[in-house]
């Protein structure tokens, strides 16, 4: 926000009226003339009405530049996924292993999620492995195996499009599609994941800062897709105890100043399934619209994210742990 003085203004007194409204002036401008004085507001001051602003004595002018990501911005705090809204006070989990293993680890998987009131299945069938000697999940199949198991027991899927190649088959199968951490800023995957028309899940960068988060939600929407749900999993920090430093900051500054939904993933964030409890937690209270939780119904023989995957027998108590009444009721 830039406020113009009239030429006549008591500054003092226009800036006293500014901080008593939370608005903190990061710069002084002089127009070429020198005759007319604008203040730039500091991003991180409180929202402000202009018209408000504009009634200050002494000023004579408000004007709010035109948001970067103006699609983003309108978007508002709820994106409907085949018929389940994202955004609303009841959390939304997305709960299931890091990889699809096998149709019947789907098929377990997704009848012990359902009886739990989970809304959305999650598993990768093609996975953004560090090591190409890693397990790079099973492709297509386990994408099919995934879409049966959640139409016998009424789940939704969020799965990830790892490339530009499995954009069609993960948009005809998937609810949501996934575009994951290291791919936040692939700008042609965005341009096709967007151009399904499809819901996103948008998850950070591990070093991407929040705007150009905001502004890889702004491809998705330029090019078409339904409605971005932000994914914040945890960004490079300095410190390797954990795998990730979750922003639990952004959660907030998402959902409150920018109102935007936004999920939190403390699977990847933490990287222990001992942690997913209390920072699951922290989400919920910062704002989150819930939580993606990696699980696995014998993580010791996982194929991928083993330690980080909650035992399926023991999610219900995670759940019950981050608030039956919304989980059961
Ligand atoms: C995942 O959710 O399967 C995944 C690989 O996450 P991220 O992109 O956050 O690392
Ligand atoms: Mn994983």
Same mark, same amino acid.
């Given at each position: ?18 901080? *008593? ?28 009405? #202009? ?25 508002? #705090? ?12 009841? #959390? ?10 096998? +149709? ?8 012990? !999620? ?24 099973? *492709? ?14 009424? /789940? ?7 490339? +530009? ?6 948009? +005809? ?16 995957? !965005? ?13 950070? $960068? /591990? ?24 994914? +914040?999993? $945890? ?13 639990? $900051? ?9 109102? !935007? ?37 014998? #993580? *010791? ?29």
């Amino acid at each position: 926000m830039i406020v113009t003085l009239k030429s006549d203004a008591d500054a003092v007194s226009v800036l006293r009226e500014l901080t *008593g409204r939370g608005l903190w002036v990061a710069r002084v401008e002089r127009s070429s003339s020198g005759s007319m004085v604008h203040y730039v507001i500091a991003p991180h001051s409180q929202p402000a009405d #202009p018209k408000d602003v504009a009634g200050i004595e002494g000023v004579a002018e408000v004007s709010v530049p035109r948001p970067a990501h103006p699609l983003v911005s309108a978007q508002g #705090p709820v994106v409907n996924v085949s018929g389940v809204p994202i955004g609303q006070t009841k #959390p939304v989990y997305m709960c299931g292993p890091c990889s699809v293993e096998s +149709e019947e680890h789907a098929r377990e998987t997704a009848e012990v !999620l359902a009886s739990l009131g989970v809304a959305f299945m999650r598993g990768g069938a093609f996975k953004p492995r560090t090591s190409p000697y890693a397990f790079q999940g099973h *492709g297509d199949i386990a994408l099919e195996w995934m879409r049966r198991a959640a139409d016998a027991t009424g /789940m939704r899927i969020v799965t990830e499009a790892l490339g +530009e190649a499995h954009v069609p088959i993960v948009a +005809e199968l998937a609810d949501l599609v996934q575009v994951g951490s290291r791919n936040m800023q692939n700008f042609s995957l !965005l341009k096709a994941v967007g151009k399904t028309g499809k819901p996103v899940l948008l998850k950070r $960068g /591990m070093a991407a800062t929040i705007e150009e988060w905001l502004l890889a939600g702004e491809y998705l929407l330029t090019h078409g897709a339904k409605g971005v749900v932000f994914c +914040e999993r $945890g960004i490079r920090g300095f410190d390797d105890s954990t795998r990730n430093l979750l922003d639990i $900051g952004a959660v907030a500054l998402l959902r409150h100043v920018h109102r !935007l939904p936004v999920i939190v993933d403390p699977s990847h964030g933490l990287g222990r399934r001992d942690l997913v409890l209390p920072l699951g937690r922290a989400a919920l209270s910062a704002g989150a619209s819930g939580l993606m939780i990696e699980t696995h119904p014998d #993580p *010791g023989v996982a194929l991928s994210d083993g330690p980080q995957a909650v035992p399926l027998a023991e999610l219900g108590a995670v759940l019950g742990g981050l608030g039956a009444a919304e989980v059961f009721g």
